[in-house]
Every structure is written in structure tokens, then in C-alpha cells.
T-cell receptor, first 108, second 115 residues
Framework: GENVEQHPSTLSVQEGDSAVIKCTYS??????FPWYKQELGKRPQLIID?????GEKKDQRIAVTLNKTAKHFSLHITETQPEDSAVYFC???????FGSGTKLNVKP | DSGVTQTPKHLITATGQRVTLRCSPR?????VYWYQQSLDQGLQFLIQ???????AKGNILERFSAQQFPDLHSELNLSSLELGDSALYFC??????????????FGPGTRLTVL
């Protein structure tokens, strides 16, 4: 089955800095890679996604890059703000398995 | 608001009991997924239904079962509850089950507490 590894498990940055979260996957058939943001006690919300025929996608301060050869993809958040503090999950479709999550703390 | 609804919002029950969690997908979505999230843990995929039929199974215990009805709402049944079943249970829906239409939208979750 799919195995999605996510790093780091926690990430603390200063407001205004950039944050990068990385995921690797094992199933070469995976072709859709969403990222979800989950605030404490709330539902996961899709923030950005990328299809396998695209190497990079950007939406304002958020970008995702995909390297299919190396089977890894990354979430980049620039100019971080305190409201970016949350847990971020990656996933690689194919199957329905999420990464273990990254707790991002943005210090004001 | 994702358009996915879940009831109840909170559920407190005792060990050994049985509960039913309910999910209504977004209008037009045919697939429903169930996930379990224990405290400070990730999302564990339990099961997926597509248009009334079971399509994929994850780490679902034998004490748990689910179904999707003709109106596409889904129920997750948890029986012989144990303390370790206390968790947030999320339902998600998507249009179909193929990868390119597989964007999942999550409901607000049901928080189950087993005492």
C-alpha cells in the first residue's frame, strides 16, 4: 500500500520567515498530491493541490513543488503569519493515506 | 463550510456500547470516506463508499462497520466500544473515486468520548 512520510513533525519559525514541509511517497502510480491545513479541533481544509503533470503550483503565499522522479513533494509558505499556525497534512493519491502531519508554529 | 455535514457533533458514551455516526456528503458527491483521528495523531483512513458500494478499506476494526444509503448519506457504526476508540471521526466526500476527481472535502467531525 501507499506509504507517505512527512517531515518535519514540528516546525517553529519567526513571523515573516518561510516554512517548508516535505513529503515522500512510495507508489509511483500516485498522481494527485493535496495539502490540508487543520486548526486545533477543526476539520482538515484543502489549501493547495498539484497533479502529476505539473511540477509547481503557486497560490499567493503558498506553493507546492513535485519531483516525480524522486517521489517527493513539498509545501512552501512564504512570509509566514501567526494565523498560519496549524497542523499540515500531505497526501498522495492513489490510496487514501495521509502523512503524519507537521505542526507549524509561527512566532509573532 | 465544506458542504459536508456530520451529526452528532459530540458523543459521550460508555465502554461496551454501540454508536452510529452520520454523514451527508456535498451535493453531487458520490464518494464518502471515513477517517479516525486520535488525540495529536494523524488521519487514519477507515473505509470508502462510492455510490452505495464499498470501494476501499483501510485500518478499520471488525467492531466497526459502515454503509452508504441510496440518498448517499453514510453511517459509521462503532460497537463494543473501548476507551481507545475515543477520537475525532471525520467524514469526507468527493465527486468520484478517480485520482483527478479525488479532492476530498471534510466535514466538521464527530468527537467521540468513551468513558
Amino acid at each position: 500500500g501507499e506509504n507517505v512520510e512527512q517531515h518535519p513533525s514540528t516546525l517553529s519559525v519567526q513571523e515573516g520567515d518561510s516554512a517548508v514541509i516535505k513529503c515522500t511517497y512510495s507508489d509511483s502510480a500516485s498522481n494527485y498530491f493535496p495539502w490540508y491545513k487543520q486548526e486545533l479541533g477543526k476539520r482538515p481544509q484543502l489549501i493547495i493541490d498539484i497533479r502529476s503533470n505539473v511540477g509547481e503550483k503557486k497560490d499567493q503565499r503558498i506553493a507546492v513543488t513535485l519531483n516525480k522522479t524522486a517521489k517527493h513533494f513539498s509545501l512552501h509558505i512564504t512570509e509566514t503569519q501567526p494565523e498560519d499556525s496549524a497542523v499540515y497534512f500531505c497526501a498522495a493519491r492513489g490510496k487514501f493515506y495521509f502523512g503524519s502531519g507537521t505542526k507549524l508554529n509561527v512566532k509573532p | 463550510d465544506s458542504g459536508v455535514t456530520q451529526t452528532p457533533k459530540h458523543l459521550i458514551t460508555a465502554t461496551g456500547q454501540r454508536v452510529t455516526l452520520r454523514c451527508s456528503p456535498r451535493s453531487g458527491d458520490l464518494s464518502v470516506y471515513w477517517y479516525q483521528q486520535s488525540l495529536d495523531q494523524g488521519l487514519q483512513f477507515l473505509i470508502q463508499y462510492y455510490n452505495g458500494e464499498e470501494r476501499a478499506k483501510g485500518n478499520i476494526l471488525e467492531r466497526f462497520s459502515a454503509q452508504q444509503f441510496p440518498d448517499l448519506h453514510s453511517e459509521l457504526n462503532l460497537s463494543s466500544l473501548e476507551l481507545g476508540d475515543s477520537a475525532l471521526y471525520f467524514c469526507a466526500s468527493s465527486v468520484a473515486f478517480g485520482a483527478y476527481t479525488d479532492t476530498q472535502y471534510f466535514g466538521p467531525g464527530t468527537r467521540l468520548t468513551v468513558l
